[in-house]
Structure formats: structure tokens, C-alpha cells
T-cell receptor
Framework: AQSVTQLDSHVSVSEGTPVLLRCNYSSSYSPSLFWYVQHPNKGLQLLLK??????LVKGINGFEAEFKKSETSFHLTKPSAHMSDAAEYFCVVSLGGSYIPTFGRGTSLIVHP | GAGVSQSPRYKVAKRGQDVALRCDPI?????LFWYQQALGQGPEFLTY????????KSGLPSDRFFAERPEGSVSTLKIQRTQQEDSAVYLCASSGRDRGVWTEAFFGQGTRLTVV
């Protein structure tokens, strides 16, 4: 069984300040973990993925995430928010192989000027 | 094609009407997934195919929902006798193997279904 919990439904930051979107997972096996972003009326775009290689994963647009097995966490961070980062972010877990990706409920990132 | 293609992008159906939503996955991808995304929610799993075999349909909300992938490529999600609660965005995703390693799921733009 697998599940993912996104701890915040909304996160509000000022432009230029750091971003932290939290995600905890539950999985019976070593999981693959992903962050996707969804802008309004747009498709889901992969930001980054962890598949048992380096625990610190760098993605697009300056985002990165760290896999912490001891904490079962995969939090998404960015040093400096940009207005264009405002979107819905989804943490996703799978078991690898012929998996079924399981989504968190999403975190809405709001960026103030 | 280069990505997952879904059609139509928008569909308005009268309550009780049947609808068919199409998904063209990335060429060569063996896995295909359907999700339902209600307004303000995360995508919820509906069903999963590996090639033409439907391996999991546990997420289909009722027997009005039916999916098929007869030749292991294009898939169709059919909803019979649509109801207002079926209004949502329906997302299709595909994944495959790249040098022996499974890729992430690639998503289409979705079909926004509105039942009136």
C-alpha cells in the first residue's frame, strides 16, 4: 500500500522569499517520488523525481527536493519565489515498475508581490 | 506524437447523455492511467492498463464508467447516463520503459466534462 500526505493545502509567500512545500509518504517498499506542478487550465508538468539515486534531487525552475527515509518525507523547496511559481503542486508516490501513481491532495502556492 | 493527447478538450453533456473521452498515449508506452480531478482536488485514480489488459479498475466510481484499450495504444473512457457529479477534468497518463527503467507518468491536458 502507498499513500502521500501534503501537509498544507495553501502556502503563501512573498516574491523573493524561500518556498517550502511539505510532503510525507507511506509505502511498503522503496518508493519513487515525484513533484508535479499544475498551472491554471494547464496540464500536469513534472518538476522533479526521486528514484533511489541521489537523495537530493534538483528539478526545473530552481526547485529541489530531499528524500529523507528516516522521516518518510520528500519536501519541495526553492530559495527564492517568483510570481510565475504560483500554481498547484502535487506530491506523488509510486512503487516503481508497473506502478499506479498516487497523488496527494495538492498544495496551492500563492506568491505575493 | 511527442506527448499524451486527449480529446475533446472540453465536453458539455446533458444529464443522461453518454460520453466518450479519448486518450492517445506516447508511442510505445505500455502503461496507461485514467484519473478524475474534481475542482480544487488532486487527481483520483480510475483505472490502469498495461498494453491492452485492464489490470486495475478499482477506482471507477460506478458501473456507468467503462474504459478500454483494445489494441494497446489508444484508450477510451466511456461514461453512460452522465450525472452532475461526473463533472470533472479527466486526465490520461502514460509511462513506459527507457533503457530498462520505468519513466514517470506523462500527462495529457485533460478533458473538462461539464454535465448540465
Amino acid at each position: 500500500a502507498q499513500s502521500v500526505t501534503q501537509l498544507d493545502s495553501h502556502v503563501s509567500v512573498s516574491e523573493g522569499t524561500p518556498v517550502l512545500l511539505r510532503c510525507n509518504y507511506s509505502s511498503s517498499y522503496s518508493p519513487s517520488l515525484f513533484w508535479y506542478v499544475q498551472h491554471p487550465n494547464k496540464g500536469l508538468q513534472l518538476l522533479l523525481k526521486y528514484t533511489s539515486a541521489a537523495t537530493l534531487v534538483k528539478g526545473i525552475n530552481g526547485f529541489e527536493a530531499e528524500f529523507k527515509k528516516s522521516e518518510t518525507s520528500f519536501h519541495l523547496t526553492k530559495p527564492s519565489a517568483h510570481m510565475s511559481d504560483a500554481a498547484e503542486y502535487f506530491c506523488v508516490v509510486s512503487l516503481g515498475g508497473s506502478y499506479i501513481p498516487t497523488f496527494g491532495r495538492g498544495t496551492s502556492l500563492i506568491v505575493h508581490p | 506524437g511527442a506527448g499524451v493527447s486527449q480529446s475533446p478538450r472540453y465536453k458539455v453533456a446533458k444529464r443522461g447523455q453518454d460520453v466518450a473521452l479519448r486518450c492517445d498515449p506516447i508511442s510505445g508506452h505500455v502503461s496507461l492511467f485514467w484519473y478524475q480531478q474534481a475542482l480544487g482536488q488532486g487527481p483520483e485514480f480510475l483505472t490502469y492498463f498495461q498494453n491492452e489488459a485492464q489490470l486495475d479498475k478499482s477506482g471507477l466510481p460506478s458501473d456507468r464508467f467503462f474504459a478500454e484499450r483494445p489494441e494497446g495504444s489508444v484508450s477510451t473512457l466511456k461514461i453512460q447516463r452522465t450525472q452532475q457529479e461526473d463533472s470533472a477534468v479527466y486526465l490520461c497518463a502514460s509511462s513506459g520503459r527507457d533503457r530498462g527503467v520505468w519513466t514517470e507518468a506523462f500527462f495529457g491536458q485533460g478533458t473538462r466534462l461539464t454535465v448540465v
